[in-house]
């Protein structure tokens, strides 16, 4: 469906397009506040400490992803897998 989504002349098009809608000198302003958005968002990831321990250890409600439950119950809610 989506294979020749990016070939190079579509992209050229969609710069084309985009610099016309914001025009060169905002275009650098939107690109360097992705960047720095992208940096941001990186750094985030890195200093994201490891999840809690103790959610782990936490008991899940019935029907939550990962129940195991009753043979045939599949988390549908009762439904038998339908």
């Known amino acids: 469906m989506f294979e020749g989504l990016l070939q190079p002349t579509h992209l050229i098009l969609i710069l084309a397009i985009t610099l016309l809608v914001f025009g060169p000198k905002r275009l650098g302003?939107?690109?360097?506040?992705?960047?720095?958005?992208?940096r941001e968002f990186k750094r985030n990831l890195a200093d994201d400490p490891a999840p809690h321990p103790e959610a782990a250890d936490r008991p899940r409600p019935a029907g939550v992803a990962g129940d195991d439950g009753p043979p045939g119950h599949a988390g549908t809610g009762g439904a038998g897998g339908m």
């Open 29 to 38: 302003e939107v690109g360097s506040g992705l960047g720095r958005g992208i």
